[in-house]
């Protein structure tokens, strides 16, 4: 199974409470309403991110906190803690690399009215994941 | 397990409460639980409380975790409680510069109920 699924499947099932499984990005393109990321320097540069709508950001923020409706500062707190746990076990994952790559603390994006564009010019890796039916996006681009 | 009174220092607040639920699905009793969101806050928290436990996170805006750590041996309210950390740096490296600033523990996130359970049983040395 390819690292970034896995960490994303791992992180999800302890902290979410919920199995999620990879689909087809096509078949379930992600309303990207809340964006969290968190860069990546050292051995990784880049970004990773974790995109879906603000229902579902909503749903994972109550997942995470034992069933309670949480204000936006909280649901915002969530999927950047969520991004952030993904991306340190994805570089645990990585022989050699987690002791030369360092993150960034995370950053969350939310609106209805917003591109995002990274710099990183390498490789993109990405998956998407369904999350009570709903598109989660985790995409990973590297600088080259 | 008596109960305890636990400080719980992370920067994001949606963690502080994910760590005290984790403790109390893992069967610790809290008598009070004292929350922090640096290092810097933890100690002038440590002036004002007597805990039983501490768990903190490492990567912390105004001063991280180690150097929490290091500072915290010189005040009153600190000496012989537990440091466990809890953070998403999982490397070889920061686990050997917490333990020898005078961690107790180190766990990993993400982490579930038992592996909490298991580290706080240890450094405190009580069965639950």
Do not use: W
């Not at chain 1, 096509?26 to 320097?41: Q, R, S, V």
């Not at chain 1, 010019?121 to 080259?144: H, I, K, N, W, Y």
């Amino acid at each position: 199974m390819p690292v970034l699924e896995l960490a994303v499947e791992e992180v999800f099932e302890i902290m979410v409470g919920c199995r999620v499984k990879p689909v087809a990005q096509t078949e379930h393109p992600p309303n990207e309403e809340y964006t969290a990321m968190i860069g990546l320097a050292g051995a990784l540069c880049g970004i990773l991110t974790l995109s879906c709508n603000a229902q579902t950001a909503r749903q994972i923020a109550r997942s995470m906190l034992g069933g309670t409706d949480n204000a936006d500062t909280e649901v915002a707190d969530a999927l950047g803690e969520l991004c952030n746990m993904i991306a340190g076990n994805f570089k645990n994952k990585l022989a050699g690399t987690d002791e030369r790559c360092m993150l960034s603390v995370p950053t969350v994006i939310s609106g209805g009215e917003y591109s995002f564009h990274s710099l990183a010019d390498g490789c993109s890796v990405a998956t998407v994941l369904l999350f009570e039916d709903a598109p989660v996006a985790v995409r990973l681009q590297l600088q080259s | 397990m008596d109960k305890i009174r636990a400080l719980i220092v992370d920067d994001s607040s949606v963690m502080r409460k994910i760590v005290e639920r984790s403790l109390r699905q893992a069967g610790v009793e809290l008598e009070k639980v004292v929350e922090a969101s640096n290092g810097a806050e933890a100690l002038v928290a440590l002036q004002h409380n007597v805990v039983d436990l501490i768990l903190c996170d490492i990567n912390m805006p105004v001063m991280d975790g180690l150097e929490f750590v290091r500072q915290s041996a010189t005040v009153e309210n600190a000496k012989g409680v537990p440091i466990v950390m809890i953070t998403t740096e999982g490397s070889e490296s920061h686990v050997v510069q917490a333990l020898s600033a005078g961690a107790r523990g180190y766990i990993r996130k993400p982490f579930t109920p038992e592996q909490v359970k298991e580290h706080v049983v240890s450094v405190l040395g009580k069965k639950l």
